[in-house]
């Protein structure tokens, strides 16, 4: 597997690791997938998973709770939406990270995710 691909499946993993109700940051998935300073290769990542996988890229978001997408457009019409059927809360295209974060424990990491 090239390192690209298992940086990717990493990103995949880690995703879908996020419990319903729960989001990260893209910073945060990178740090959690072995890849610190990487966020934008988060991003990448999310554009390129596989139709066979599930991911719930709406539960990634911007360091300061912002949705990806911008206001107003599909993809944050969308990204708000699946959100809000998860008990998560969107005002201004924005979710309180306090409120929403995923805070995973050691062992949870180290039991669900296997790369």
Avoid: C
């Amino acid at each position: 597997m090239s390192g690209n691909r298992k940086s990717h499946e990493a990103i995949w993993q880690t995703v879908l690791s996020i419990p319903p109700g729960k989001v990260a940051s893209y910073g945060q998935v990178a740090d959690l997938a072995g890849l610190p300073g990487r966020a934008r290769l988060v991003g990448r990542s999310m554009g390129m998973v596989p139709d066979s996988m599930q991911v719930p890229w709406y539960r990634v978001l911007k360091s300061n709770g912002q949705l990806a997408g911008k206001p107003g457009s599909k993809f944050a019409q969308r990204q708000t939406e699946l959100l809000q059927d998860e008990g998560v809360v969107v005002l201004k295209n924005r979710v309180k990270m306090e409120n929403f974060q995923w805070q995973p424990s050691l062992d949870e990491m180290l039991f669900k995710l296997d790369y």
